[in-house]
């Protein structure tokens, strides 16, 4: 586990471009051992998440601020609290980095009345699906969620988490 190895921060206290193209630069790091090509890898970083929606998400900074993961996320008008990508540096996986980005999110989506927490990934994905049963999260099937031949699961946890 870490805990005081590494400090989380949110997007709105840093230079949201710059943090995207150093994370976009570092893409097949994070991303290493994904089934995501990098057409879509890159897709998930739309500015949108590190400008307007730049409050919701955190990177996970170790000494020296190296970049050890990331969480991107947003709150829905219906009270649902997406998380849209996470990726830990390879150097970092196993260690409850991305667990403690999805603690820090659902804490703060909790806080502006998020009701529940979801994640899309794709089948297969042993580690969305581990860290999903982490939480408890409700996994279910989705066909076609990402349109024809392109099925989904859903994981879902009530918010809070405590």
Partial sequence: MVSGELRLVG????????????????????W??????????????????????GGFGAVALATGDEDAGYLLGVVSADRLAVVHAVAVHPRWRGRGVAARLVERFATLATSVGARAVQAVALPGDAAARSLAR?????????????????????????????
């Fill in 11 to 30: 997007f709105e206290e840093l230079s949201a471009g710059a943090l995207r193209e150093r994370l976009l630069a570092r893409r097949a790091e994070f």
């Fill in 32 to 53: 290493s051992g994904s089934a995501l090509d990098d057409e879509t890898v890159r897709a998930l970083h739309d500015p949108l998440f590190f400008h307007q929606l």
């Fill in 134 to 162: 982490r939480f408890d999260a409700h996994e279910a099937a989705s066909p076609a969620h990402a349109g024809p031949g392109a099925d989904r699961v859903l994981f879902t946890r009530s918010l809070p988490l405590s």
